[in-house]
T-cell receptor, first 113, second 113 residues
Framework: DAGITQSPRHKVTETGTPVTLRCHQT?????MYWYRQDPGHGLRLIHY???????DKGEVSDGYSVSRSKTEDFLLTLESATSSQTSVYFC????????????FGPGTRLTVL | RKEVEQDPGPFNVPEGATVAFNCTYS??????FFWYRQDCRKEPKLLMS???SGNEDGRFTAQLNRASQYISLLIRDSKLSDSATYLC??????????????FGTGTQLKVEL
């Protein structure tokens, strides 16, 4: 299995509070991604990174920000959590544009009350 | 129309049966294709890539039809352990060289004794 960890694995928070999720990889892969998964939807891309300090928006980026200061870490921040952000969040990594299979972390289950 | 469409199932089949899933995609510029497997409350895991020539990995066979824009997965001699949700995934590329994977919502397979 690819060396990807996510923390925390579970979190319950209240509306309006900031939340940061962490993804850590030991594979030295260039690309990292944050997805959310909700019933009735496929996984949807929130943000992705194509290098240290290089990030861009995905299809559902509103209300989220990201940072990548080191190759191995990709942080997802909900500045002010809302109930609509209750979801399962997955981080993924891929090695290159050519070797483009993505490998996923174990996920973070976030509940916003 | 969804970018990637799958029959949600569930497909309930007896052990030893052969089962096939299809998936259609709308973006004709899509470059690569995958099947992922997702167990309940777990992360998606890469099952196999799908090549234009078709490819086989043990009991699993994947086919791609670019002209009709569909992908198929055939599972022979189903095992109880094959019970999972199978995600059809299409890669249309990204700016920055990363890879935008678009996920179907998945087809649920239940293999029964």
């Amino acid at each position: 299995d690819a060396g990807i960890t996510q923390s925390p694995r579970h979190k319950v928070t209240e509306t309006g509070t900031p939340v940061t999720l962490r993804c850590h990889q030991t594979e030295n892969h260039r690309y990292m991604y944050w997805y959310r998964q909700d019933p009735g939807h496929g996984l949807r891309l929130i943000h992705y990174s194509y290098g240290v300090k290089d990030t861009d928006k995905g299809e559902v980026s509103d209300g989220y920000s990201v940072s990548r200061s080191k190759t191995e870490d990709f942080l997802l921040t909900l500045e002010s959590a809302t109930s609509s952000q209750t979801s399962v969040y997955f981080c993924a990594i891929s090695e290159s544009a050519l070797k483009n299979e993505q490998f996923f972390g174990p996920g973070t289950r976030l509940t916003v009350l | 129309r969804k970018e990637v469409e799958q029959d949600p199932g569930p497909f309930n089949v007896p052990e030893g049966a052969t089962v096939a899933f299809n998936c259609t995609y709308s973006n004709s510029a899509s470059q690569s294709f995958f099947w992922y497997r997702q167990d309940c409350r777990k992360e998606p895991k890469l099952l196999m890539s799908v090549y234009s020539s078709g490819n086989e990995d043990g009991r699993f066979t994947a086919q791609l039809n670019r002209a009709s824009q569909y992908i198929s997965l055939l599972i022979r001699d189903s095992k109880l352990s094959d019970s999972a949700t199978y995600l059809c995934v299409v890669n249309a590329g990204l700016t920055g060289g990363g890879n935008k994977l678009t996920f179907g919502t998945g087809t649920q397979l239940k293999v029964e004794l």
